[in-house]
């Protein structure tokens, strides 16, 4: 089955500067990528996604690219504010519709 | 609130007794999911179905644990001789198969579960 690792587990930034998580995925047939934010005591929301067709997928200050030679996508936020504090967690799922394997997750803190 | 429904929202109890949580997901949603998460850990797949049949269920799912969902529509998650390490939040999740969200994982808030 699928297998998600995800880079760092946490991640401090200075208000206004720019953070990047990092996963990897094993399974070649995987075509779809989210990536959830869990604010403390809340449910997963998806952030933003990229399908395999795409190599990068841009919104406002979020970006995800995707490598699928590497087998990898990173998650970019830029000009971070202390809203942005949270976990964020990246997945993948392969074709259809069947089970979206997530990873361990990034505790992100932006700092003022 | 048109959004994924659980309940209940907390649930402790003594181990060794059994315990239910439904979900009830957004109304147009034919895919249903049930994940489990521990503290600082992230959602583990359980099962999930389309409609009312069951098409996965994880190897990690002893056989203390049965999920239903009889008509399609709301889905209950059962555990049957609690464990302490049972103790998590149950989160439950319907997509849709079509439209501009296909795919997309909508969440309810969860049923938290602590065996004592």
């Known amino acids: 089955g699928e297998n998600v690792e995800q880079h760092p587990s946490t991640l401090s930034v200075q208000e206004g500067d720019s953070a990047v998580i990092k996963c990897t995925y094993s399974?070649?047939?995987?075509?779809?990528f989210p990536w959830y934010k869990q604010e403390l005591g809340k449910r997963p929301q998806l952030i933003i996604d990229i399908r395999s067709n795409v190599g990068e997928k841009k919104d406002q200050r979020i970006a995800v690219t995707l490598n699928k030679t590497a087998k990898h996508f990173s998650l970019h936020i830029t000009e971070t504010q202390p809203e942005d504090s949270a976990v964020y967690f990246c997945?993948?799922?392969?074709?259809?519709?069947?089970?979206?394997?997530f990873g361990t997750g990034t505790k992100l803190q932006v700092i003022p | 609130d048109t959004g994924v429904s659980q309940n209940p929202r907390h649930k402790i109890t003594k181990r060794g007794q059994n315990v239910t949580f439904r979900c009830d997901p957004i109304s147009e949603h034919n895919r249903l999911y049930w994940y489990r998460q521990t503290l600082g850990q992230g959602p583990e797949f359980l099962t999930y179905f389309q409609n009312e049949a069951q098409l996965e269920k994880s190897r990690l799912l002893s056989d203390r644990f049965s999920a239903e969902r009889p008509k399609g529509s709301f889905s209950t998650l059962e555990i049957q001789r609690t464990e302490q390490g049972d103790s998590a939040m149950y989160l439950c999740?319907?997509?849709?198969?079509?439209?501009?969200?296909?795919?997309?994982?909508?969440f309810g808030e969860g049923s938290r579960l602590t065996v004592l």
């Open positions: 399974d070649s047939a995987s075509n779809y």
């Open positions: 997945a993948a799922r392969p074709g259809g519709y069947q089970k979206v394997t």
């Open positions: 999740a319907s997509t849709p198969t079509g439209g501009r969200n296909q795919g997309e994982l909508f």
